[in-house]
């Protein structure tokens, strides 16, 4: 079992900045791929970003591909998103996710993920 909280959401304005956390604990972290998705209202969970375990590549979704950086601390069990340029559009429930994915390609997929944690709200105002 890895049990997975997410912080960092809040209100923020078009065009600023905010860094969501994802902190881990029980099964060992670093065995873990660690993924971003989010969830707007009346919408399916969709990608944001990923990251592999030993944190030597990362993935984004093309609508946040030079705007968000994903990245990891194993030493620390934590994994982050830093948000910048952020537009209404980016507005969302955040949710971290915990799987052994072993094809790269399928790190876009949700399904893919066993362990998830229980979100956190983003408002991007305009």
């Known amino acids: 079992q890895v049990q997975l909280v997410e912080s960092g959401g809040t209100l923020v304005q078009a065009g600023g900045s905010l860094r969501l956390s994802c902190e881990a604990s029980?099964?060992?972290?670093?065995?873990?791929?660690m993924g971003w998705f989010r969830q707007a209202p009346g919408k399916e969970r969709e990608f944001v970003a990923a990251?592999?375990?030993?944190?030597?590549?990362?993935y984004y979704a093309d609508s946040v591909k030079g705007r968000f950086t994903i990245s990891r601390d194993n030493a620390k069990n934590a994994l982050y998103l830093q948000m910048n340029s952020l537009k209404p559009e980016d507005t969302a429930v955040y949710y971290c996710g915990a799987g052994k994915v072993f094809f790269t390609s399928r790190l876009r997929v949700p399904e893919n993920y066993a362990y998830w944690g229980q979100g956190t709200q983003v408002t991007v105002s305009s």
């Open positions: 029980g099964r060992t972290f670093s065995e873990y791929d």
């Open positions: 990251i592999t375990r030993s944190a030597d590549r990362t």
